[in-house]
């Protein structure tokens, strides 16, 4: 387990997002993350961010 992913399960906010802009944190991985409503709005900026920099889609969570 590097230490990007150990970050992205931080409950300390500014550690999940500066491991979301970490180089460390590979496409695939990226591409797995699912976040839905309740995450904080950095959190958000800094994934779209992350995958707007990397030409990924954005998972989007769409409520039932």
């Not at 491991?19 to 944190?25: G, M, Q, T, Y």
């Not at 699912?34 to 409520?63: A, G």
């Amino acid at each position: 387990m590097t230490k990007s992913y150990l970050s992205l399960n931080s409950e300390n906010i500014i550690l999940q997002a500066l491991a979301l802009v970490d180089r460390r944190l590979g496409k695939r991985t990226l591409e797995a993350l699912r976040y839905d409503s309740k995450v904080p709005p950095l959190i958000m900026q800094f994934y779209e961010l992350r995958c707007e920099v990397d030409n990924i889609t954005p998972f989007k969570h769409t409520p039932s």
